[in-house]
């Protein structure tokens, strides 16, 4: 990589602080909507750069905005922190090997997309203060991307609502803009009441909320066969009633994720299953309660952004790895099996390349291939605003998602390199949002007449509010 562009030696003024900062993250990983620790060094190192700060956004104590510059058009840079349970994994080598047991672990490299985002805010605050540009340019720090969906209710509650476009990334082992295609996701409790008796001496005075779980569960396999393509619903049991096999369950709950490549569907689906629902609980003659834990829309694409990314993208290259990157990368495949590595590439239509262990090269835009597609709170964004999201190489081809190799490498210098490079791309793309007028009235203009066709519903009740996890727990 080059610093001949403009943005390039802002970013590497930078680079070390917020490298440290993805480190100090990793070193201390949180839960969802539990992320004190992590959102307080972003709003310190937001401090330190000289940021107006926002703290407690929408009311979420995990959630911060740093703002700089005046005038101009808004851009936003969004940011992620929380980390995954179970994942602890020491970082560096190529075995598992929990830091603490059962502990939780960045396994999906939010401390590297927190970190990046507010590097590439760094260096476009750099920028526009160096030029005396109008312009300005806020990170958002979002917690609870990992099924809390803090963006869904930032948008409800108006943090977008002055915003002209935004930017963010993930980790990932191939550098690409991101597929436009996500599922719209609602995860919804399902709480049975019945009643306590005594299975053997009084089994007809009791009522049974297991068994209504369990008679849920065969409606709701039934129902698959009549869903739309695309659509997908998973359980969790969070309360079985109880481990005494001698006392009739009087309480039962299950957490469903249900699934659909549209918000409208996805939205008469839940009806569908809350339905199913009912007709467990009058067949065991016990109550339901439905709870909404969380919910996101479906990605809104927005073609003028995908399409500028890619012009950045194409313009930088491929994350600069070296030999010894590449080493650590081949010692993580050896923990993969074959179809873990071939995997990736179906998704973009490549065949796989024998021996190539990191992606040092950027990937067409739209290559095709096959959809490996889930769901996630930016997609609430992209109704709110303009929105393009950029995936650069920071892991072994073929890593899976949500795993102890993610944590891994996590701190590695390949990681950090991606992460750069993630933060360079951000910021160049910025930059050309600001000056470009033409650029971002193409993006705005083609956002709204995608909202005139499918007008935006938030999927969650309007009543709702996050799933607040109380400091210090």
């Given at each position: 990589?080059?610093?001949?562009h403009?943005?390039d ?30 959102c ?23 959630a ?33 090997r ?34 005396g ?139 569908r299953?809350?339905?199913?629902a ?13 709870r ?22 194409d ?147 309007a ?11």
């Amino acid at each position: 990589m080059q610093n001949t562009h403009p943005i390039d030696a802002a970013v590497e003024i930078h680079r070390g602080d917020l490298e440290a900062l993805a480190d100090q993250v990793w070193a201390t990983p949180e839960l969802l909507y539990g992320e004190f620790a992590s959102c307080a060094a972003h709003a310190d190192v937001l401090r330190a750069k000289g940021f107006h700060i926002s703290e407690a956004v929408t009311g979420i104590p995990t959630a911060v905005m740093g703002e700089a510059g005046s005038g101009g058009p808004v851009i936003a840079i969004l940011g992620e922190y929380d980390a995954l349970p179970g994942l602890s994994q020491v970082a560096g080598i190529a075995e598992p090997r929990p830091l603490v047991e059962g502990g939780n672990g960045h396994g999906c490299g939010h401390n590297l997309l927190g970190a990046g985002a507010l590097l590439a805010a760094c260096a476009l605050k750099d920028w526009l203060e160096a030029t005396g540009t109008p312009g300005r340019v806020r990170y958002y720090g979002c917690p609870a991307e990992e099924g809390g969906a803090a963006k869904a209710f930032m948008v409800r509650d108006g943090a977008f609502a002055d915003v002209d476009a935004a930017i963010t990334w993930h980790p990932d082992c191939f550098t690409r803009v991101d597929d436009p295609e996500s599922l719209a996701n609602t995860r919804m409790d399902f709480v049975f009441t019945g009643r306590a008796s005594h299975a053997a001496a009084t089994p007809h005075l009791g009522r049974s909320a297991l068994d209504a779980v369990e008679l849920m569960s065969v409606g709701v396999n039934y129902l698959r066969e009549h869903m739309v393509n695309g659509a997908r619903i998973h359980y969790a049991y969070l309360d079985a009633g109880g481990t005494a096999p001698n006392v009739v369950q009087a309480t039962a709950r299950v957490r469903y994720s249900i699934r659909a490549p549209e918000l409208a569907d996805m939205l008469a689906l839940v009806e569908r299953v809350k339905d199913v629902a009912r007709g467990a609980a009058l067949m065991t003659g016990t109550s339901v309660e439905f709870r909404v834990f969380s919910a996101v829309s479906n990605n809104l694409v927005n073609e003028v952004m995908d399409a500028a990314m890619q012009r950045v993208l194409d313009e930088l290259g491929g994350v600069p790895f070296d030999a010894a990157d590449r080493d650590f990368a081949r010692a993580i495949q050896a923990t993969l099996s074959p179809t873990d590595i071939e995997a990736p590439y179906r998704g973009i239509a490549m065949e796989p390349r024998p021996g190539e262990t990191l992606c040092d090269y950027v990937v067409p835009l739209r290559p095709g291939g096959e959809k490996m597609i889930g769901s996630t709170d930016v997609s609430d964004v992209t109704w709110a605003v303009p929105t393009t999201e950029v995936l650069v190489a920071t892991h072994a081809i073929g890593t899976p998602g949500h795993s102890w190799q993610i944590t891994a490498q996590g701190k590695s210098p390949a990681a950090h390199k991606g992460m750069t490079h993630a933060a360079t791309a951000m910021a160049r793309l910025g930059q050309m949002l600001i000056t470009d007028g033409k650029l971002l009235s193409e993006a705005k203009a083609e956002h709204a007449r995608r909202l005139t066709r499918s007008p935006y519903v938030s999927p969650l009740p309007a009543d709702l509010a996050p799933p607040l996890v109380p400091r210090g727990a």
